[in-house]
């Protein structure tokens, strides 16, 4: 039977909190979550890609559960972002690895292939395509084509208003994330509506860890992410590799709401390596947990045709 086992690894500044599976040794495969999520979000992975032979590290990325929280929003940008998983490696002596990342951590795992091009074996995003760099900051796109409507990642640009929202009740928060209804409208409107059921692929005591976590840590840390998406475009403007070289997966559910917003018909621009998709029919966009077995499938399947081992 896989075990894991949680630890602090000192990375780039900051203490992750990561979940470990599989020998030192084998072949690294690093798991980057989204939000709101964990390194919990990959539960069904880590013994998965475990027994299967790698060396598996998830960390709650920082901001989140029992990693730091930095203050300065700055520190929550995709240079850093990107080099805690370089610390990552170096704490377990791995040149390079396999970097998985879902929601939020597609682009961090994308973005690791072009600032850290030599410590990345192969990439596998989940539920974001890899886009290549906007031609503009991005809050200025989203603002021209959505004008006065509502839309999440403009919401959580100013400090304050969208943490104290979330913050309020960290249980209805998540499970109307969860449900992919908190992301329709402002919370504060949400209030007074019925709280949805718990889709029928997370258990309560699956759910738990997430209340738990939001409660002590609250969100901030998290939507500081999002509060750099212009200063990330500033930052990526030359980047020590100009495109993805190495195999690139990119898994996602076809009912995922994301793909709504974030076209793949450009990934040709910034993947240059060999190139695989894989859509998986019916499935929303919290893609591991809700059909676990088919995507360790697609993932051991990719992994293992790199020959590492």
């Known amino acids: 039977m896989i075990t894991s086992t949680k630890r602090l690894v000192e990375t780039n500044g900051v203490q992750l909190q990561v979940t470990e599976a599989g020998d030192r040794g084998a072949p690294v495969v690093v798991l980057a979550h989204g939000f709101p999520e964990l390194a919990h979000s990959w539960r069904h992975q880590i013994p998965a ?12 990325q920082r901001g989140y559960a029992g990693s730091s929280r930095p203050q300065a929003i700055e520190d929550y940008d995709i240079v850093h972002l990107t080099g805690d998983l370089a610390g990552l ?24 292939a072009l600032l850290h091009p030599d410590r990345v074996a ?14 503009a ?17 403009l919401y959580f640009q100013e400090p304050g208003p969208a943490d104290a929202a979330l913050g309020r009740d960290p249980r209805s928060s998540m499970r109307r ?83 709504g917003f974030t076209p793949r018909d450009r990934v040709r621009d910034v993947v240059t390596g060999d190139y695989r998709e894989v859509m998986i029919d019916g ?27």
């Open 49 to 60: 890609l475990a027994a299967a032979g790698y060396h598996v590290l998830a960390p709650d």
């Open 89 to 112: 490696l170096d704490d377990v002596g791995a040149e390079r690895a396999v970097v998985v990342g879902h929601d939020w951590g597609s682009p961090v795992v994308c973005n690791f």
């Open 177 to 259: 994330m969860i449900a992919e209804e908190g992301f329709a409208a402002p919370p504060d409107t949400l209030v007074d509506k019925p709280l949805p059921p718990l889709p029928d692929w997370i258990t309560e005591d699956e759910f738990e860890p997430y209340v738990t976590a939001f409660t002590e840590s609250g969100f901030t840390g998290p939507l500081n992410w999002y509060r750099n998406f212009d200063r990330n475009w500033e930052l990526t403007a030359v980047t020590p590799a100009p495109a993805i070289t190495v195999p690139t997966l990119f898994l996602a559910g076809s009912a995922d709401p994301v793909l």
């Open 137 to 153: 900051p991005p809050t200025q796109i989203w603002r021209r084509k959505v004008g006065d409507n509502y839309f999440y990642m």
């Open 122 to 135: 192969a990439v596998a995003a989940l539920s974001v395509p890899p886009v290549p760099r906007a031609a």
């Open 283 to 309: 499935a929303g966009h919290w893609l591991q947990q809700e059909r676990p077995d088919e995507v360790n499938a697609v993932l051991i399947e990719f992994i293992d045709g790199l020959g590492l081992k």
